[in-house]
């Protein structure tokens, strides 16, 4: 069966330090694979996508950049963070099963926040 | 651009009652999945029932199921019975080109015991 692991689960970050959230899904090849921010009560923005090695769209010009260095690895960072960084961050992905969308798998999600 | 809509940011239950969401989408397409995803507060997004826009029947999990008009472009969720547990947030989302899920604002569901 497919597995989603994201890490690490919290982390508190000074303002300017660099970040490094890693995710890794197990069970499947050549998902897509995506990163979204949640801010507290809000809906889900995604950030960046993935179909394939070294393929990233960014969908919101930001502070942060992703990149895919594996088939089922996706890492997004920062070289400096800012206080708007602060967020709750969800690693995703999807495939399809007999050419049907199943929907998308989501990490447990990292909670940053920048101080 | 592809937007998903839930009308209702709150919305309470009484255990054992039935509560419907609502969801309303924006699309060209004729053919396309939707989904509804529960965030308890665990804020774990976990996949609660998928539609897809070629089948006229609603789909149904257990104690959830849709009412889906294509016409309207309308995706409600009808929870039955409601327990403590289905207490969350409720996201209805609606994928784009290259499996892009777009994401409403979410309605918080309240179940009073």
């Known amino acids: 069966s497919q597995t989603i692991h994201q890490w690490p689960a919290t982390l508190v970050q000074p303002v300017g330090s660099p970040l490094s959230l890693e995710c890794t899904v197990e069970g499947t090849s050549n998902p897509n694979l995506y990163w979204y921010r949640q801010a507290a009560g809000r809906g889900l923005q995604l950030l960046f996508y993935?179909?394939?090695?070294?393929?990233i769209s960014s969908e919101v010009p930001q502070n942060l950049s992703a990149s895919r260095p594996q088939d089922r690895q996706f890492i997004l960072s920062s070289k400096k963070l800012l206080l708007s960084d602060s967020g709750f961050y969800l690693c995703?992905?999807?495939?399809?099963?007999?050419?049907?969308?199943?929907?998308?798998?989501f990490g447990s999600g990292t909670r940053l926040t920048v101080v | 651009a592809q937007t998903v809509t839930q009308s209702q940011p709150e919305m309470s239950v009484q255990e054992a009652e039935t509560v419907t969401l609502s969801c309303t989408y924006d699309?060209?397409?004729?053919?396309?999945?939707l989904f509804w995803y529960k965030q308890p507060p665990s804020r774990q997004m976990i996949l609660v029932i998928r539609?897809?826009?070629?089948?006229?029947q609603n789909a149904t999990e257990n104690r959830f199921s849709v009412n889906f008009q294509k016409a309207a472009k309308s995706f409600s969720l009808k929870i039955s019975d409601s327990q403590l547990g289905d207490a969350a947030m409720y996201f209805c989302a609606y994928p784009s080109a290259g499996n892009m899920l777009t994401f409403g604002g979410g309605t918080r569901l309240m179940v009073k015991p």
């Open positions: 995703a992905w999807s495939g399809l099963a007999g050419g049907d969308l199943r929907g998308y798998t």
């Open positions: 699309t060209s397409e004729s053919d396309y999945y």
């Open positions: 993935s179909v394939g090695i070294g393929q």
């Open positions: 539609q897809e826009a070629y089948k006229q």
